[in-house]
């Protein structure tokens, strides 16, 4: 059975930082892109970044480059979202996704964790 | 950057037929997906490759596309069908998802 299990969500101050966490099982990890996206209380789906199986690429929404960097390790399967200078903004539940249905899909597909929330304020 | 537009909401009977759209340039050239989403819950893709159903979602949701606009439709919708359903589309290295439309089913 597959399973994504987010973690490192919290409160934290505006200009702070945070890590994701991603433990994926179920599947060979190292064989899908994964992606991060969030949603802010009561607002729509916001994809984040996604990156390759092999982390070569990696590609961002605007809001967030320079700010959030997304890597994995394929030895544990997992995945992570690394956040600096965090804004008020940033708030929302962040899911991680696996791409598919296929192995050379790159947009998230049928699995998804079930959320981790981020709170940024003073 | 590029943008989805779809209708903020959709009311229909049960047994009716309801249709989402989602309108975009993007859409003229690139595949589109549907997530559905219920209160609390994790996305769930229901369509890919603009009418492709995963395994496991029922034979009434159905995906057409025409241009720069694509379509879902629920046919005999069910009071479980009740939920936000939100388009997605790729281009380039860039993804977006057009900002929901919440389907009333009553």
């Known amino acids: 059975e597959v399973q994504l299990v987010e973690s490192g969500g919290g409160l934290v101050q505006p200009g702070g930082s945070l890590r994701l966490s991603c433990a994926a099982s179920?599947?060979?990890?190292?064989?899908?892109?994964m992606s991060w996206v969030r949603q802010a209380p009561g607002k729509g789906l916001e994809w984040v970044a996604n990156?390759?199986?092999?982390?070569?690429?990696?590609y961002y929404v605007d809001s967030v480059k320079g700010r959030f960097t997304i890597s994995r390790d394929n030895g544990k399967n997992s995945l992570f979202l690394h956040m600096n200078s965090l804004r008020v903004e940033d708030t929302a539940v962040y899911y991680c996704?696996?791409?598919?249905?296929?192995?050379?899909?790159?947009?998230?597909?049928?699995?998804w964790g079930q959320g981790t929330l981020v709170t940024v304020s003073s | 950057s590029y943008e989805l537009t779809q209708p903020s909401s959709v009311s229909v009977s049960p047994g009716q037929t309801a249709r989402i759209t989602c309108s975009g340039d993007?859409?003229?050239?690139?595949?589109a997906r549907w997530f559905q989403q219920k209160p609390g819950q994790a996305p769930v893709l229901v369509i890919y490759?603009?009418?492709e159903r995963p395994s496991g979602i029922p034979e009434r949701f159905s995906g057409s596309s025409s241009g720069t606009t694509v379509t879902l439709s629920i046919s005999g919708a069910q009071v479980e069908d009740e939920a936000d359903y939100y388009c997605?589309?790729?281009?380039?290295?860039?993804?977006?998802f057009g900002g929901g439309t919440k389907l009333t089913v009553l």
């Open positions: 990156i390759k199986q092999d982390g070569s690429e990696e």
């Open positions: 996704a696996r791409a598919g249905p296929s192995a050379g899909d790159k947009s998230p597909g049928t699995y």
């Open positions: 993007v859409l003229a050239k690139k595949y």
């Open positions: 490759k603009d009418n």
């Open positions: 997605y589309s790729a281009a380039d290295n860039n993804r977006v």
């Open positions: 179920g599947f060979t990890f190292s064989s899908y892109w």
